[in-house]
């Protein structure tokens, strides 16, 4: 990550500002306390040291739900993936999104209407890009998925844009 610094002195106090046209925020969790999801069970967060997650992820993985990166449209394994199962976090494994409710939204990236249970997945204002939208994490170990647009088919009108990296794909009947 590239970053210009600027030095501002006001009164004599110099002030630092980092100043970077890509910036990202920190894939650093600050909540670790676990969470109950819709069903009453307590699922306790995963925090580990980027050394740890970097050993544990794929390079490509690890720039994707470490850093915010995002994989090239139309090269993810599961974008085009039309076989019934569950979509889970590729880094921790947590439950994630269930086949019925992908969709095909032409964008290159697996699209969901819906999480299986919306406390698994968590939710971040994303400014970088040159845009706004929202960011999209597995609530357990902060990796990043992909984001939510509000242009998805009915019943919710969302579309949970992932990325094939950031999710592992159990078929059913698989264990």
Request: hydrophobic share 35%; aromatic share 8%; with cysteine.
């Amino acid at each position: 990550m590239k970053h210009l610094w600027l030095s501002i002195a006001i009164l004599g106090m110099p002030l630092l500002l980092c100043v970077s046209c890509n910036a990202q925020k920190s894939p650093v969790m600050t909540d670790t306390a676990p969470f109950v999801d819709e069903k009453g069970e307590t699922i306790q967060r995963i925090t580990l040291s980027e050394e740890a997650w970097a050993k544990q992820l794929s390079k490509e993985a690890f720039d994707v739900m470490r850093n915010q990166g995002t994989e090239r449209a139309f090269t993810g394994e599961l974008w085009d993936n039309h076989e019934d199962g569950i979509y889970t976090c590729a880094a921790c494994g947590l439950t994630l999104f269930h086949s019925d409710t992908k969709f095909e939204s032409g964008t290159g990236w697996p699209s969901f209407y819906q999480p299986i249970d919306k406390t698994h997945v968590g939710e971040d204002r994303d400014v970088t890009m040159g845009m706004v939208r929202t960011e999209v994490h597995c609530n357990r170990c902060g990796g990043h998925l992909g984001h939510v647009f509000d242009d998805g088919p009915a019943p919710t009108g969302l579309r949970y844009c992932m990325n094939s990296v950031s999710l592992d794909f159990k078929a059913s009947g698989q264990k």
